[in-house]
């Protein structure tokens, strides 16, 4: 059988040839309509069947499927060689795109959950040694948790989960033939931290969930995909808390999930949750379905997911081994809302769960604290002139709430506006309100200026009288507002006051993001805000930096379980160095020297990348010839040897830079990859703009050669980042120009990806002004809030 490329969800072969002997694995992923290309079918989710299969193949191999194998014979071909046929038990009723085969040389553990086999298989070499006891230890205990919590058994025998070398996506629900990335299920025995343990829980609970929702209950078709990916999403943090329980899940949830769901879905044209078949077949392809929106989007929505939690049962058990959409979910929710007297609601579950599943977008509430009233619209960038007030979305809208520290009952806001007497607040200073506590509603909250004011002094009074993920909230939400310009960033600068009292780090990483942004930071020094920011930011985060730069020092090995410093920490830092932390520049060139001394010791992980830039940019030729050296140290990982380009680009002489440069071009140093990777980590440093692009101008004609008829997408692709730098729009259009003499695409400037990448830069540095020119006007506000 040919290769065939994995992102279209059909073959993939592993090794070194194609060859029978050489092959390692070969693996079948057939969702969303792949089966077809592997065997004649009605290739659609709601045609259901039960599959026969048989698979011949390298009697030195092992074939597996979805169901158990009951047969191994062998046969022979015309030439005589011998073959192994492997024959398998009748599957259960099934769509097409859950069949699975999988050809390796594999081994594998097992165990025995409530008479479930369990197998995980991975390379040999990682069987043994134990990469792969984590994932089979709690592979049991969540299929037991998920059957009790749903009371609805697992109908296979057997269960497989294989780690492959190579797979175009993370997990493949495949019923009892799972397929992960190997990052995805193996777990290092001497890996202390458990940052990539939770990352495991939470995929293989995914994936666990699929078993019920999407294999035993598949939606009638993929516009109603949101029923196998967005209850699955939900499953998967329960089964992650239940095997994990240290772990701060809540937090992960709202960080991980909520936050780039609500960024990524509020622009025009995001689609709705659900869809109409028709308009799905007319403007979307079907992969383009598997998004954050399906994914994460219905799991943002406490009130759904509280009408959902103990209400499957009867849904699961109508529809096993068939097909339902959306309204048979509301449809058995409603049943069950009807049979209590407990919840009532202000419309029918269809009216309130269609207006947030089949409307794009989502609302943002304003709230009057003088006259109690709130009000609704869709969220949208007011800046932006296709931003119009043709969109009257309205919701139907749970709002939990809390009045000076106690929760309050909930309310529903099911119009445009509403008045509720009891959001009027007193005179009194101390009397505020919050809404949407701990994001359990899917949508963002704009306060007026008497409430900001209120939260912000009792913010720096006692945070603690916020929940931490409120916190998170407020502050995410008033950056997002700033953006997208319902109020001006004196506002959300207001929200941060108080941050020397705060000691959670996924709080300060949404303020990170949004005060220095990755793609934004050379850009900043150039800017007489830098040193404003620079003294804001500093007088704040001293306490949280010493806190952590304590345990960096004594016992790093203390933070183990703590996730949010496995995850978070190396912004933090990378922060303080590039703010000019003193101390942070000296632990980071105590810790390189030391790593200088003896190369076996190991840089802390949680700080690595942070500490070998700020060591070679402390430094000088001495410690840049050492991170040389350990690039192309055989030992080195392909994660230590990105460490190590990027560190090499930190070097603050400019000459050192300039070399670094020309190594890039030689072919026996480096791949032609690696030079435009090399070009962009100098180009984003300080002292890196101006060097690269002379250093491209100068070296075109050779560039372009080696990227042949593709510069634009190689090397060219930094002019945009140009853009932001110290180098003006008309230098860079002139030295586009120039360089354009020496390209094949001289008679395409103005069409083809040059100009496209001229056009990326323009816009890219009216964002970067427009971003700046905020900080400027702030400046007064940035003096008043340090005295």
């Known amino acids: 059988t040919p290769e065939r ?25 057939l969702e969303p309509t792949y089966a077809r290309t592997v065997y004649p079918c009605f290739d659609e989710p709601a045609m259901k069947a039960t599959f026969n299969i048989r698979i011949v193949h390298d009697p030195s191999y092992v074939a597996l499927s979805n169901m158990p194998a009951i047969d191994v014979s062998e046969m022979k071909d015309e030439n005589g060689s011998p073959w192994a046929v492997t024959t398998f038990n009748t599957s259960l009723k099934m769509s097409t795109y859950l069949t699975a085969f999988v050809i390796c040389d594999f081994d594998y553990v097992t165990r025995t959950e409530r008479g479930n086999e369990i197998r995980i298989w991975a390379r040999k070499e990682a069987v043994k040694n134990g990469y792969v006891d984590y994932a089979l230890n709690i592979t049991g205990p969540i299929f037991s948790f998920l059957e009790d919590l749903l009371n609805v058994s697992y109908p296979l025998p057997k269960t497989d989960l294989v780690a492959l070398p190579h797979f175009g996506a993370g997990a493949m629900e495949n019923w009892g033939l799972m397929t992960f990335q190997e990052s995805s299920l193996m777990y290092l025995p001497s890996d202390k931290f458990t940052s990539r343990k939770a990352m495991i ?27 196998n990916e967005g209850l699955s999403s939900y499953f998967e943090y329960l089964g992650a808390t239940f095997v994990e329980p240290k772990l701060p899940l809540d937090k992960i949830f709202y960080d991980h999930v909520v936050q780039p769901v609500l960024r990524e879905d509020n622009e025009i044209g995001v689609r709705s949750l659900s869809e109409s078949e028709d308009k799905i077949k007319g403007s979307f392809s079907l ?3 598997f998004d954050s929106i399906t994914y994460n989007k219905v799991k943002n929505t406490k009130f759904f ?22 309204d048979d979910l509301w449809t058995h929710i409603q049943m069950v809302i009807d049979a209590q007297d407990e919840v009532h609601l202000p419309a029918s579950v269809k009216q309130i769960m269609d207006s947030w599943t089949c409307q794009n977008g989502f609302p943002v509430l304003t709230l009057n604290l003088t006259t109690g009233t709130i009000s609704q619209e869709q969220f949208l960038d007011k800046k932006n002139e296709n931003s119009t007030d043709s969109y009257n979305n309205t919701w139907i ?8 520290g106690s929760s309050q009952p909930l309310m529903w806001l099911d119009k445009s506006s509403k008045v509720f007497p009891e959001m009027q607040v007193l005179e009194s200073e101390y009397d505020w309100i919050l809404l949407n ?25 006692d945070p603690k009288a916020i929940p931490a993920v409120s916190r998170f909230q407020l502050i995410d939400d008033v950056f997002a507002l700033t953006q997208f310009g319902y109020i001006q960033i004196e506002t959300a600068l207001e929200l941060t006051r108080y941050l020397a009292r705060d000691d959670e780090l996924f709080i300060w990483n949404v303020v990170l993001l949004n005060l220095v942004p990755e793609d934004l930071e050379s850009t900043l020094k150039s800017y007489e805000v830098y040193p404003l920011l620079k003294k804001y930011l500093l007088k704040r985060m001293l306490p949280i930096y010493h806190y952590y730069a304590g345990f960096i020092r004594q016992n790093v090995d203390a933070l183990e379980d703590d996730y949010f410093a496995q995850v978070y920490l190396e912004k933090l830092f990378q922060t303080a160095c590039w703010l000019g932390l003193q101390d942070c520049l000296n632990l980071s060139s105590e810790l390189y020297a030391k790593w200088m001394d003896n190369p076996e010791y190991k840089i802390p992980f949680l700080i690595r990348r942070t500490v070998c830039c700020y060591g070679v940019a402390m430094g000088s030729d001495k410690e840049w010839n050492f991170a040389w050296e350990m690039y192309n140290h055989t030992g080195s990982t392909e994660e230590d040897k990105d460490i190590l380009l990027s560190a090499m680009s930190c070097a603050k002489e400019s000459w050192l830079l300039y070399r670094y440069l020309q190594y890039g071009l030689s072919d026996t140093l480096f791949s032609s990859n690696c030079t435009s990777i090399i070009i962009l980590y100098v180009v984003s440093k300080d002292i890196g703009h101006r060097i690269a692009w002379e250093f491209v101008t100068e070296n075109w004609p ?18 945009g980042s140009l853009a932001s730098s110290s180098i003006s729009m008309f230098e860079l259009l002139v030295g586009i120009s120039n360089m354009v003499k020496f390209s094949i695409f001289a008679d395409m400037l103005f069409e083809g990806p040059l100009y496209q ?14 971003v700046m020119g905020r900080f400027v006007n702030t400046d007064v506000q940035i003096q008043e809030v340090n005295q």
């Not at 701990?438 to 009074?461: C, P, T």
């Not at 990448?757 to 427009?770: A, I, P, S, T």
């Open 757 to 770: 990448f001229y056009r990326y830069g323009k816009e890219l540095l009216h964002d970067v002004l427009k």
């Open 305 to 326: 997911l509280f009408l959902v939690y103990s209400k499957l049962m009867s849904y699961l058990k109508e529809f096993s081994f068939s097909n339902a959409n959306q």
């Open 397 to 404: 809208i749970p709002i939990s709430w809390m009045r000076n």
């Open 437 to 461: 506590v701990n994001l359990s509603g899917y949508y963002r909250v704009n306060y007026d200026q008497l409430n900001l004011k209120r939260l912000a002094r009792l913010l720096e009074n």
């Open 5 to 29: 490329r994995p992102s279209s969800g059909e073959m993939l072969v592993t090794g070194p040839q194609r060859s029978r002997r050489a092959l390692v694995v070969a693996v079948y992923r």
């Open 702 to 719: 050779l560039l372009s050669e080696r990227y042949d008829k593709q510069p634009a997408l190689g090397s060219l692709y930094f002019c």
């Open 287 to 289: 992969l383009s379905l």
């Open 201 to 227: 829980a939470i995929i293989v609970s995914h994936e666990l969930g699929h078993q019920w929702f999407g294999n035993l209950v598949t939606m009638n078709w993929w516009n109603d995909l949101w029923l």
